[in-house]
């Protein structure tokens, strides 16, 4: 499941709190003061600001071990010392490593970590589910703040979350930690970022940069510090919906999980054949979401740094093999313009989208020409890019549309006709298809002769089974909470 230096003055004005709730332990104003780059932190100061007392670590590690965060109260390990011989950290602190992110260099930072902080501290991502943290490890603390154990409560209020990984990674901690406020299990942990992905858009967003720094064994013990102290900013994120004839989604990503709750809208103009019965799956996106040529591309590196991890060992060595997948499949060369899998969207889509504060659908045709559309939540795509572009505020009242923003509700909608377009799309040279800004979408997808649509949310794709004879229908709707991300810059 896995991005532009700065994102433009007014995102950057936008992501400062507005909140005094949000204004932790004096955050703005110790940031606002210090050039963060230029800290020197040693290992016992880090340590007494966020490393949490043993016994509240190991009771912690008993109840995600045991599956059960009742234990808590039981366990010998959960006995508090008197209160005068134990510090309460000031900013408790989590990380959550994904050791096949990017270069797969995640045991090596998850090791460095463990001896910076405490190893009860660091979760390697592939032994501990962020969902079981979440519920075992949260759930020990709020047990223990229950029976009057102060020191769990104060550290349960206090604590912040980083997720060493990419942008799929941080999608997938952000939305199991939604389902905090589902549950009325407040507050959610504030999450910063240590970039291990190929894009890290999302880290780009929030000022975590692109990649982790060649140095990384003294940029990890910075980030540390800066994740305690920086300023907390809100991020939308958006709820997808797919509805589709019985059958199952070979390998779906992390972020997209089966349901039943799956109704399809008769209200709307349906072009296809309904399907007699259905099946469903509903995930979180927080940066885009994509359908078409680009995620198919995407689709086939995506399994080859799988089979053949030593291939994609780097920023670099990821983003060739990327450019020669697009080449294979045909994004830059339509090597058979009758091959129905190189034909537009067009085609095969039908769009819906309801604009902000109106609850009416309003139908907007797909260019002939798209071959890919991606609906965009932050202004970076593609290693830090920005395709929907820096309007003029003319063209934008021309074409009804306001400033793209991360946390205004909207969702930028736009295509890329084929890998050259997307190439110069990229690199500023010309725009994108502006297609429309919405505040939910509704797709439509009809099978024929297409026997698999490609389909991607914040770098993780997959193939999405189509139909001959019904329609899949993608819906796409606004979640009630906003994330907090903690801004690196």
Known sequence: MDSPS???????????????????????????LVNLASIRVSKAELRQRVMLPKYLRLAIRDCILRKDDSSAASSSSTVAPPLDIYHTPEVPMMVFVNPKSGGRQ???????LQNLISEEQVFDLTEVKPNEFIRYGLGCLEVLAAQGD??????????????????????WVLGCLGELNIHNRQPVPPVAIMPLGTGNDLSRSFGWGGSFPFAWKSAIKRT????????????????????????????????????????IDQSLEIEGELPPSTNGYEGVFYNYFSIGMYAQVAYGFHHLRNEKPYLANGPIANKIIYSGYGCSQGWFMTHCINDPGLRGLKNIMTLHIKKLDSSEWDKVPVPKSVRAVVALNLNSYGSGRSPWGNLKQDYLEKRGFVEAQADDGLLEIFGLKQGWHASFVMVELISAKHIAQAAAIRL????????????????EPWKQPMNKDYSTFVDIKRVPHQSLVVKGD
């Open 444 to 459: 439509e997808i009809r099978g024929g002769e297409w026997k698999d649509a490609f389909m991607q949310m914040d770098g």
């Open 224 to 263: 540390l510090h800066r994740a305690s102290i920086a300023p907390i900013s809100r991020l939308d994120s958006w709820n997808i919906l797919i509805t589709m004839p019985s059958g199952e989604i070979e390998d779906p990503p992390y972020s997209l999980k089966t349901t039943k709750e799956c109704s």
């Open 106 to 112: 995640g045991p090596l930072i998850k090791e460095r």
């Open 150 to 171: 102060d020191c769990a409560k104060e550290i349960r209020e206090k604590m912040r979350l980083v997720v060493a990984g990419g942008d799929g990674t941080v999608g």
């Open 6 to 32: 700065s994102i433009g003055d007014s995102l950057t004005a936008r992501m400062i709190p507005r909140h005094s709730s949000l204004d932790s332990f004096g955050a703005m104003k110790v940031y606002q």
